[in-house]
């Protein structure tokens, strides 16, 4: 089971750091990726970093702000985000694909299973 923490309000221009914890299984073992759903919007992919080779891609909204990285001694995937934006408002959620499959994909159901969500909120 996947869980995400470390949401927060921030103002703008400010960073949080998100984890993904995993308690049943090892994350290295999985590609992981970050999503992001405002209210009233599609869940949109954000981040993503393979099992093989630990690359990383981003959305072009991200790109150059957020960092996702993994720490294996603590079986935890990270987005680091930063100089937030209003508009990053969203509530972010961590997934996994299938055992195996290596390559980051973008879309929703691509990724097997979801972690609960945390908020993040950037007032201007």
């Known amino acids: 089971q996947l869980q995400a923490s470390g949401g927060g309000l921030v103002q703008q221009g400010g960073s949080l750091r998100l984890s993904c914890a995993a308690s049943e299984f090892t994350l290295d073992d999985y590609t992981i990726g970050w999503f992001r759903q405002a209210p009233g919007k599609e869940r949109e992919w954000v981040s993503c970093i393979s099992s093989s080779s630990d690359s990383t891609s981003y959305s072009s909204s991200v790109k150059g702000r957020f960092t996702i990285s993994r720490d294996n001694a603590k079986n935890t995937v990270y987005l680091q985000i930063n100089s937030l934006k209003p508009e990053d408002t969203a509530v972010y959620y961590c997934?996994?694909?299938?055992?195996?499959?290596?390559?980051?994909?973008?879309?929703?159901?691509?990724?097997?299973?979801w972690g609960q969500g945390t908020q993040v909120t950037v007032s201007s």
């Open positions: 997934a996994r694909r299938p055992y195996g499959m290596t390559v980051c994909r973008r879309e929703v159901n691509a990724f097997a299973s």
